[in-house]
């Protein structure tokens, strides 16, 4: 409750930015980040390492490469907690591909009890919440999994056909996409089972060539209703978690048909949601929400008293730096 008081005053958005290791194997001896704080990261912007050539961002919180996922989550843990008051809350993973977006959300490929990422670390969290305040509240927590690929909203948990889904707005329930899947979780197993059926239904659509993991936008959003147990008030809060697609220029020279048509919808919503931000952190009379389906899909849970964490990921290879350049960029602009 403190805490939501306190960040109300600061404001709604929140920008950390996470810095990943050298891949096993492939270590360099020069990185493109010269340095790491707890609050600035150092970037090198030209190859010579010349003074000048040094530029320095600040943001709430930066992670250099050997902070651990459970040092992560427990920087977001109060920012998670609060859907349990009623707050919305949405969580982005930005970056070039490669960059650890994926790791930060859910883990390595390989996942291990440490490696959780913190999709998994939150719902367990919120079960822990749930189960220690079991005597005076009840609460209800379910999960929807969607995909947006080229400005069409899929459902990852479905069944049968893979529909094309519409977001709906009504004045009761708000912006939901009704004809997606929605599954009560109680456990951290059933929590498991359904980000294995969301990878499933996501792989089945591409090869290896074609890994549509990076050129799509996955959101996990987990529902929470909670009933005051003594006097019968319910709350309501959702949490978006979402790994955008990668943000990578791709060189319009270079692609063609469906690359570029791809390429096309990633720039427009990731600017869709650089503007929605920046009009919302200079406090704008209007929100241009319409410009993408990932900000009609997340409207309710972006301005007003809903809670936003941009978290941008930097990778330290020196041909990155031009990517990590523009993502820093990115992320300043809508600190
Ligand atoms: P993205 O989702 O942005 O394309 P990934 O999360 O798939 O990037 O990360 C690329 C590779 O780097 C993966 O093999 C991943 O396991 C590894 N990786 C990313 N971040 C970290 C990290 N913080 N620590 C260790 N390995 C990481
Ligand atoms: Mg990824």
Redesign the pocket.
């Known amino acids: 409750k403190l805490y939501n008081q306190i960040q109300d005053l600061r404001g709604n958005i929140r920008v950390y930015c996470?810095v990943?290791?050298f891949?096993p194997g492939k270590e360099s001896a020069s990185s493109s980040v010269a340095g790491v704080e707890d609050r600035t990261i150092t970037i090198m912007t030209a190859a010579k390492h010349a003074k000048d050539a040094r530029k320095s961002f600040t943001f709430n919180r930066v992670f250099g490469?050997f902070?651990t996922q459970a040092e992560v989550f427990a920087d977001m843990q109060p920012l998670i907690r609060s859907v349990l008051d009623g707050y919305n809350v949405c969580i982005f993973?930005y970056?070039?591909?490669?960059?650890?977006?994926?790791?930060?959300m859910s883990g390595?490929?390989i996942l291990t009890e440490e490696g959780l990422g913190v999709n998994y670390r939150a719902l367990n969290d919120l079960f822990d919440m749930q189960a220690q305040r079991k005597d005076t509240f009840c609460y209800e927590i379910s999960v929807q999994m969607l995909e947006i690929y080229n400005e069409q909203v899929r459902d990852l948990l479905h069944s049968g056909p893979n529909k094309k889904l519409e977001i709906r707005n009504s004045s009761h329930k708000g912006i939901a996409v009704p004809d997606a899947n929605i599954v009560p979780v109680a456990s951290t197993s059933d929590v498991v089972d359904l980000m294995n059926l969301g990878q499933k239904n996501r792989a089945v659509c591409s090869t290896a060539m074609n890994d549509r993991?990076?050129r799509s936008h996955s959101c996990v959003t987990v529902h929470v209703q909670g009933r005051d147990l003594t006097s019968g008030t319910v709350l309501r809060g959702c949490m978006h978690l979402v790994?955008l697609a990668?943000s990578e220029r791709v060189d319009k020279s270079e692609v063609v048909g469906d690359r570029l048509k791809e390429a096309q919808h990633i720039n427009k919503s990731l600017a869709a949601l650089g503007d929605v931000i920046a009009s919302l952190a200079q406090k704008n009379a209007h929100v241009p929400y319409r410009n993408s389906k990932l900000t009609q899909l997340l409207q309710d849970s972006l301005g007003g008293q809903a809670k936003t964490l941009m978290f941008i990921?930097i990778a330290p290879e020196p041909d990155a730096v031009g990517e990590s350049i523009s993502t820093l960029k990115f992320a300043e602009r809508v600190a």
């Open positions: 996470r990943r290791p891949l490469p902070a993973a970056g070039q591909t490669g960059s650890g977006k994926t790791f930060t390595p490929k993991s990076s790994d990668g990921h």
